[in-house]
């Protein structure tokens, strides 16, 4: 890429809000060996892919999702969907579903996404940003698993 290529790439990637071209962009990026577009690409992409609005609850979840999915992809090699969280959204919804992931044990989802360095995306981090919605028992298992991980408190 020309020294202009990756500023414009960035731009594009900002104003861009058509999965497909995110996607594109991504691929792109990710032969080119371009990691910083292609990061950004993606974390565009899984906010543009939740039908929720933006800013909510359950927008914020689905965007975790497809996150944790982004990642195992590019680790396993093949499209990997979580299934048994899927399954609890829909049977649970998606505030006890957090909850209830929150208050139990650590997952390898959560491990995986901090390892990353997407903290933002876990489902520790939904709870926090959407502290009204949880009771403060589900706050303070966010708070603790996030501080014993390192990571700063919102």
């Known amino acids: 890429m020309d020294n202009g290529a990756p500023?414009?790439?960035?731009?594009?990637?900002?104003?861009?809000?058509?999965?497909?071209?995110?996607?594109?962009i991504a691929a792109n990026a990710r032969r080119l060996g371009e990691d910083g577009i292609d990061r950004a690409a993606s974390l565009k992409l899984y906010t543009v892919l939740p039908f929720a609005e933006p800013g909510t609850l359950e927008h914020d979840v689905w965007r975790s999702i497809h996150v944790l999915e982004?990642?195992?992809?590019?680790?396993?090699?093949?499209?990997?969907?979580?299934?048994?969280?899927?399954?609890?959204?829909?049977r649970d919804g998606e505030l006890r579903t957090v909850a209830?992931?929150?208050?139990?044990?650590?997952?390898?989802?959560?491990?995986?996404?901090?390892?990353?360095?997407?903290?933002?995306?876990?489902?520790?981090?939904?709870a926090l940003r959407h502290r009204a919605l949880f009771e403060d028992e589900v706050i303070l298992a966010a708070s603790d698993r996030l501080l014993a991980f390192g990571a700063h408190c919102q």
């Open 7 to 24: 500023a414009r790439a960035l731009a594009l990637i900002a104003d861009c809000d058509d999965p497909e071209k995110l996607r594109r």
């Open 70 to 90: 982004g990642a195992l992809k590019d680790e396993r090699g093949r499209t990997t969907l979580l299934g048994q969280t899927r399954q609890k959204i829909a």
């Open 100 to 126: 209830d992931l929150v208050r139990g044990k650590t997952s390898d989802g959560f491990r995986m996404l901090m390892d990353r360095e997407m903290v933002d995306h876990t489902f520790e981090a939904v």
